[in-house]
Every structure is written in C-alpha cells, then in structure tokens.
C-alpha cells in the first residue's frame, strides 16, 4: 500500500505539472489532478490522451536565438561602445510576439539565459513539488501510524502463528499489549507462551485474561493446566472443578475431550490426597 500510495502521489504530482504547463482551465487541473491520485491506473492513460489535443506553448526555452548579419556592429561603433538603433532587448522581442504568457513573462537577460530558464523552469514546477512533499508526508505519518497500530500488531501476529513462528507470534501480542490491555489477547498470549514452554509466564497472563473478563470456557482448565505442569496440584484441582462445572462439560455426553482429562485428572489428585 505504501508504495502504490507514492506511485499515485508521483503520478498526480506530473498531472499537475503537465496541466499547468499546457494551460488547462483551472476546473480541468483540479481534476485531472485529483482523478489521478484516486484512480491513477484509469485516470492516467485517460490524461495522456486528453493532453494530445492541447499542445504545449512555446515557452522561452524553444524562443530560437537569431543574428541578422545585418545587425552587426561596424568597427567604429565597437570601439565607441554604441547601440545599433535596429538592436532590440531580447525580452521585449518576445513579449512583443507573445510567445511568454503572461503570468510566465519575465525580463530577458541576454547575459543570462541559463539562470533565465532555471527560475522559469522552478516557477512551473514549485507548485507540483510541494502538492507532491505535502501528501507523501501526510501518507508517511498515516502508514506509520497504522503500521504500529493494535490491530496491524495483532494482524501479523495472527500471520506469524500461522506461519508457526512462534518467536514472533509472542511478539507481535506483547506489542499490541503495549497500546491496549485486552483480555482476550491476554489469553491468546498465555497459549502461545504455553506452547513455547513459558509456563510461568503463561501463568501470569491466563490469570490476567481472567481478571479482565475472557469469557472463554476453556481459560479455567489452561489455567489449571499450568498449575499442574508448575507441580501445584492442590491449586490445579481447584480450576479443573471449576472447569468441569461450567460450560460445555455440564453437557452429557461432553462435546469436549479435555473434560474427561479435568475429570481424571481431578480423580487423581483428589485421590493421591485421601492416601496421603
């Protein structure tokens, strides 16, 4: 997305220079301009059609030097240093053919044509440079802004567990914790820390989406889970009671085959302490 932004930013930014160029009425400017940043691959090749039947105005860079022999100077009125009356200022020449629009008419200094062109060349294009700068660096804070936002961490990490890289998974949720504290990717973080062998820490965020309110039937026995795997059994058995008292295990049959683990494992540990 961020590079067909530019690409469409680049392309606008030409519309206008070009359009402006050809002297295009102000209403046409405006819209082939903004057309073409919207919808660029439909709008462009439109525009370069469209600009096939408005030639370019000759500007004073294609204004030909030309030196009539007979406006020569003759050798006395060389060493005096004075004008021929025929000599004309070149700017007035051409302002007097009205090769120059008006708003681009500007004294010619026949000393320096270069610098000359230079400023006109910036006049046209400043307009075009900066409407370019303006929404790259609009379009640059709002990508990076999106880019770090809660759901594009939650998005990759999403895409990582898939991927089952794992590393990145955890990742990309503690990330998005940073910005939102969110049960239920509390609960999607404590899984993955789980599946990693991070059992404590597992622990801790099982407990947490609990805290805040994750509805998930399933969250008692993870947490009962992680107990027993930390070898607290008399806390375990506690959860998994808890867990068979609720959702689907009060069904009969049970849908869920982690029910009748709950249940034997509750078997065990309530029976290795009546022995005890």
Not at 4 to 30: N, Q, T
Not at 44 to 71: D, G, H, M, N, W
Not at 250 to 267: M, T
């Amino acid at each position: 997305m961020p590079l067909l932004f530019a690409c469409a930013v680049l392309a606008s930014a030409w519309v206008l220079y070009d359009a402006r160029r050809r002297r295009f009425p102000l209403y046409a400017i405006a819209a082939w301009t903004l057309g073409t940043l919207i919808y660029a691959p439909i709008v462009l090749p439109l525009y370069l059609i469209a600009r096939t039947f408005k030639p370019s105005p000759l500007t004073t860079e294609a204004v030909p030097k030309t030196t009539a022999p007979e406006e020569a100077h003759t050798t006395d009125e060389r060493e005096t240093g004075a004008a021929d009356p025929e000599e004309t200022d070149a700017s007035g020449v051409v302002a007097a053919r009205g090769e120059i629009p008006d708003d681009e008419r500007e004294t010619l200094d026949s000393r320096q044509p270069n610098a000359i062109r230079a400023r006109l060349r910036l006049k046209r294009f400043a307009p075009s440079l900066v409407y370019a700068l303006a929404l790259l660096c609009a379009g640059a804070i709002y990508f990076y802004r999106d880019y770090h936002s809660f759901d594009a961490h939650l998005a990759r990490a999403t895409k990582a567990r898939l991927l089952k890289r794992r590393a990145a998974t955890i990742r990309e949720y503690r990330a998005a914790l940073r910005l939102a504290d969110d049960a239920h990717t509390r609960k999607l973080l404590g899984v993955q820390l789980a599946e990693d062998g991070q059992t404590e820490a597992a622990l801790a965020e099982f407990r947490a989406a609990e805290r805040g309110g994750e509805p998930d039937d399933l969250l008692s026995y993870r947490i009962a889970f992680a107990l027993d795997t930390l070898g607290r059994a008399g806390e375990a058995a506690g959860e998994y009671q808890k867990f068979l008292q609720g959702g689907s295990c009060a069904q009969r049959p049970s849908p869920d085959a982690r029910c009748a683990q709950a249940a034997s494992r509750l078997g065990q540990t309530q029976g290795g302490a009546v022995a005890r």
